[in-house]
């Protein structure tokens, strides 16, 4: 436990910055509100910052946890493209306030900065699009076994993730299947196979042996509800796990868990938060 929370071993000061400031996609982009709706406090936490080698690389993440924890269960947070900023950070205290050790892994680290990005197609070009799921594999292993050797319960890890990272949710999931449960927010489900991304979710349904809850909102114009069908198509097909399952809320756009930016829906939000933690209970994540 000692490695755990030694605050002497976090050197990222841009993560560090980040965090304290809530910069990233909050002061990078219009039009955004500037501070996150919600303030979850760390008292009765540790929280932090540290690093995990990886394939020869420093991966910096985020933690929080109940204070003097061990055995806690596990979750990984995945970061929306705005990459872990307040928000980000703010979701794993929410987590380690119902008992989680949460972490989450800057998983653009090699690429670069977010923060530094005023555009999404910019960001989309030159960070986004140049990130390999291979990597993104390789990183959140590495995460884990950080958390195993940590205070965390291997036997109970889950996943959730954003945006771009409900989409890494889907895939981790079927990457280890040793991973109890997931959530994927707004996940995108489909799309063209590249060589740095070869598969999508749709892809890897018949093989997905990790129960996951889908998130998703009706007025997303981004994922069709259509592509949600082909997802549930695809996951009908898969004799080892009919578990996974989808909540649609009929009248939130995408990104309504997102409390800094105006498609933020209180009500969605909290609903599939609570959806979230009965999901992670439900298949032993908890």
């Given amino acids: 436990m000692s490695n755990l929370f030694n605050l002497s071993n976090y050197p990222n000061r841009r993560t560090a910055l980040k965090i304290a400031l809530g910069v990233g996609y909050a002061a990078a982009v219009m039009p955004i509100m500037a501070q996150t709706e919600i303030k979850t ?17 420093a991966v910096p993440f985020y933690f929080a946890a109940p204070k003097d924890a061990k ?36 998983l653009f680290a090699r690429q670069g900065d977010p923060s530094q990005y005023g555009e999404i197609a910019k960001l989309m070009a030159e960070i986004v699009s140049k990130v390999p799921d291979a990597q993104v594999m390789a990183d959140l292993d590495g995460v884990l076994q950080w ?3 940590n205070g965390g319960d291997l036997k109970k890890t889950a996943i959730t993730g954003f945006c771009w990272g409900g989409r890494i949710t889907w895939l981790y999931s079927a990457h280890n299947p040793s991973i109890k449960a997931g959530v994927a927010w707004y996940g995108r489900l489909v799309g063209a196979a590249s060589p740095l991304t070869p598969q999508h979710p749709v892809d890897i349904a018949k093989d997905l042996k990790v129960p996951v809850l889908g998130l998703y909102g009706g007025q997303d114009t981004g994922i069709p509800l259509a592509t949600v069908e082909q997802m549930k198509t695809a996951l009908g097909k898969n004799a080892d796990n009919n578990r996974s399952q989808f909540v649609i809320y009929p009248d939130a756009p995408h990104a309504f868990h997102a409390d800094y930016r105006p498609s933020y829906r209180k009500e969605a939000a909290e609903d599939g938060f609570k959806q979230a933690l009965a999901w992670f209970k439900k298949h032993g994540a908890a």
């Fill in 71 to 106: 055995n806690c269960p596990v979750v990984l947070v995945i970061q929306e493209i705005f990459g872990v900023h307040e928000h980000i950070a703010d979701v794993c205290r929410r987590f380690a306030k119902a008992g989680y050790l949460a972490i989450a892994p800057e």
């Fill in 41 to 57: 406090s760390a008292e009765g936490l540790r929280t932090g910052e540290s690093t995990v080698e990886v394939n020869n690389f």
């Fill in 147 to 149: 958390a195993g050797k």
